[in-house]
């Protein structure tokens, strides 16, 4: 990157901001994620994360808080969860203060942290017994994922009976150390689930509690296996039936798709006579999907993904080659540049990434339901607590706007919502994937970054959400509109196609280069078509008018595609957030019309 004058480094601004910073192996107080002494459980835990349990025999099914403690009777039922939504690296010990009826109840049920699920028992040498003991767990030995916890959850549904007690939960440096001593607070930057991470918005979105449990897809997954039989709630609430039916491959349009859903379901032998006829109970089996769908649930169930989240992929997994598709074009392109970008891996190397919670599709329209399905696109309308812009025209303080953190986010890999750095000197994402760029010329007056993304781990991604930014040669704002979003894995291209919320703000230190967001904003399709699927790719167009006395050299021209690979992030909804403290963080608040 060839900057006209010197910008103020990440590490200098954190400095001179006084963050505190974490040193490896430095002890920490540790971090209550539940206290059960008060508060609002069922809801929420004492890190302000969301909180809740079901299915047990006391409690009408979410237990009971008594004297200070949490009591889970179950009978070969239960789960419970408790989000950590923030990173715990600075820790090395899950700590349980807990007792059981019986003494022993380490080998009742499963504990899930960071992408590692097991047997308690399995996790720890520690025991049960019939008084408050301290059960720890070394997640760096058993292999969390510190940086991406997502919450600490338990899992009854291991043919046993009885109950246990818990007093306390937390993180902590020290096994022996349950936080007992530790005064509870809620960290700012912690977003809940069920809200924007302002905590402000007055517009309520009524999400599900959890999918209901069990959660897990089976152990054994065989050809015969039914889709009931992955997910008993399949259809009640997320319409896997309708979500078949709606797009059966023969009566699909296929516009715009190289190979058409159906030439892929003749390839792959997937029964559309036994989708109709065994769909609306479950019956349906994986075999009956053809070739493709069994090993990809396999799959996914050998990266503990969610069986809620698989049954609503399942008509997509069933017509997903195993070939990485060309994304295309929306419009094909007159010349492309021969100087190109990438692919490369996110620099950041972000371990596996997980969305444990997928929105249903609403494919009955009811106004609740839909609020859920587009909770992004419908955004601008029912959210009062932000200002929506409306226009491609972006107002001139937005598009030259110095002070937006977004030029440092771009330019120096700066968190805009921690002030913390974002882990890598070059593409990062907080997932698994690879990015390369190109510039497409149309009509000679007339430009489109293109910016290619491949899924490179084993589980899916929903695109819903999704904010990207990058710096790219400046367009004034003048064809943001204009601007389209490529996924070969729906029926046509106007299927799911996102709406987008979009800012552009010219870079005071990169000449003729402007900071770039975009975030996508799906809406009435079912998820499948919103998804970024493993060993996959897709690709975003932004229209910029063309500048060719600025990029006239190949260097110049190669610089260019270089610096909008380097610059680029990607970071993916967690938490069914929508992003929201990252577009408050960047003022990403302009919905464009397409």
Known sequence: ?????????????????????????????????????????????????????????????????????????????????????????????????????EGGEQSDFTLKIGGVSDLLGNLTDDSIGTEYSTVSIDLESVGADLENPQAVRFNFWQGSSGAVEIDRIAVTTDPDDDGSET????????????????????????????????????????GSTTVAELYEHFDDPYYVPRDFTDYLPGETSSTGQAWTDAEKAEEFGYDETAVQNNISDGSLTLDQLGTQALPYVQQLADNDFPAHAT??????????????????????????????AGPTQATNGPDQ???????????????????????VHDQPEYDDSREW??????????????????????????????????????????????ASVEIHENGGGYWNQY??????????????????????????AANLADGHWNNPHRPSQSLGHPQRDVIEVIHPDYEGMSAYAVRCANHDEPYHM??????????????????ADRWSSSSERQDAVETMLDSLHVELETNLSRNDRLIDAIDLTYRVPN
Do not use: C
């Open 183 to 222: 005064p509870t607070e809620t960290p700012e930057d912690t977003p809940t689930e069920t809200e924007p991470d302002d905590g402000e918005s007055t517009w309520d979105v009524p999400f599900l509690d959890r999918p209901p449990e069990p959660d897990t897809l089976p152990a054994d997954i065989t």
């Open 451 to 476: 910016l290619v993304l491949k899924n490179t781990s084993e589980v899916p991604y929903f695109q819903d959400g999704m904010v990207i930014t990058w710096l790219g040669p400046s367009g004034d």
């Open 389 to 434: 812009g409306s226009s491609a025209d972006l107002p001139e303080d937005v598009l030259n706007n110095p002070d937006n953190p977004i030029h440092e986010m771009v330019a120096d890999k700066v968190d805009p919502r921690t002030g913390e750095s974002l882990g890598g000197d070059g593409f990062t994402a907080n997932a698994p994937m690879e």
């Open 353 to 375: 990434f997980i969305q444990d919670r997928w929105p249903t599709d609403a494919r009955t329209y009811q106004p609740d339901e839909v609020r859920v399905r587009d909770r």
């Open 1 to 101: 990157m060839v900057k006209r004058r010197a910008v103020l480094k990440g590490s200098i601004a954190f400095g001179s901001l006084g963050l505190a910073t974490s040193v490896l192996g430095q002890d920490h107080s540790p971090l209550v994620v539940h206290a059960f002494d008060g508060g609002t459980y069922p809801g929420s835990n004492d890190l302000g994360n969301w909180a809740d349990a079901g299915s047990f025999a006391n409690g009408s099914g979410s237990g009971e808080i008594e004297n200070g403690a949490l009591r889970l009777e179950y009978d070969n039922a239960g789960w419970f969860g408790s989000n950590v939504s923030q990173s715990i690296g600075d820790y090395q010990y899950l700590t349980l203060r807990i007792r059981g009826d």
């Open 530 to 547: 919103r998804t970024i699927y493993p060993n996959q790719q897709v690709a975003m167009e932004i229209g910029t008018p063309a500048n």
């Open 311 to 340: 049954v609503k992929l399942l008509p997509r997994l069933a017509l997903l080659p195993d070939e990485t598709e060309d994304p295309g074009t929306h419009d094909d392109p007159d010349n492309i540049w021969d100087e190109t």
